[in-house]
């Protein structure tokens, strides 16, 4: 997915996630709606315009510590659970990449920042929530897929969270009538990873 800094522009990444949360912030309320609070989208459509607004202060920075703003900022603007796990993610890449990281770099770190979003949400893959998503993806990056390969396996690993129970957040609440539907949360990572995969491959 990525092997260097040197293609790395982490702000037209950011400006390419906001652009794809705000495109599918209706679907993401959506998908919410149907077993969770309803608010999915516009929660992240805020956060990823917060991160959106701050670019400019963050120009210049050390990739790590832009990471680290990032998820600081998404802790503070996005609401419900989604906030802290989505800058639990980012704040922890930031923690544990170098500053001129390589690709194994971003396989370790990719590794420890799912497990923190594991730990900060007390779930584990195979619970019907975001990490359904960051788990293959973490393993497609390891195992050296391209970006669009890495951006395939997300979609498809969202969409597989369709005939699962629900066993964490307000999705469980609802037990079997949580099947059938996908989950937001995973929804949303996957078309973050796809947002990402897409503009690396541009060359940003």
């Known amino acids: ?3 260097t800094t040197d293609r790395i522009d982490i702000a037209a990444l950011a400006i390419a ?3 794809t949360i705000s495109a599918h912030a209706e679907e993401l309320t959506a998908l919410d709606q149907a077993i969770g609070d309803g608010d999915h989208g516009l929660n992240m459509k805020r956060g990823f315009e917060a991160v959106r607004a701050e670019l400019p202060a963050l120009a210049g920075k050390p990739l790590p510590d832009t990471l680290k703003a990032v998820g600081t900022k998404l802790v503070m603007t996005v609401g419900g659970a989604s906030g802290p796990l989505f800058g639990t993610l980012f704040m922890t890449l930031g923690k544990e990449l170098p500053a001129d990281p390589d690709r194994a770099d971003f396989v370790a770190a990719l590794g ?3 497990d923190a979003v594991a730990a900060r949400g007390k779930s584990q893959a195979g619970q019907k929530t975001m990490l359904d998503v960051l788990y293959p993806v973490q393993q497609a990056l390891a195992g ?3 970006a669009r390969e890495i951006a395939d396996v997300a979609d498809a690993a ?3 969270t369709r005939p699962i129970k629900a066993m964490r957040g307000r999705a469980s609440f ?3 009538r949580s099947i059938g539907h996908v989950d937001a949360g995973a929804r949303s990572t996957a ?3 796809r947002a990402i995969a897409e503009t ?4 940003a």
Do not use: F, W
């Open 112 to 114: 420890k920042a799912v």
């Open 200 to 203: 690396l491959e541009r060359g």
């Open 144 to 146: 050296g897929r391209s």
């Open 1 to 3: 997915m990525v092997t």
């Open 17 to 19: 996630v906001a652009d």
């Open 191 to 193: 078309l973050i990873v």
């Open 174 to 176: 609802l037990g079997d």
């Open 158 to 160: 969202a969409e597989a």
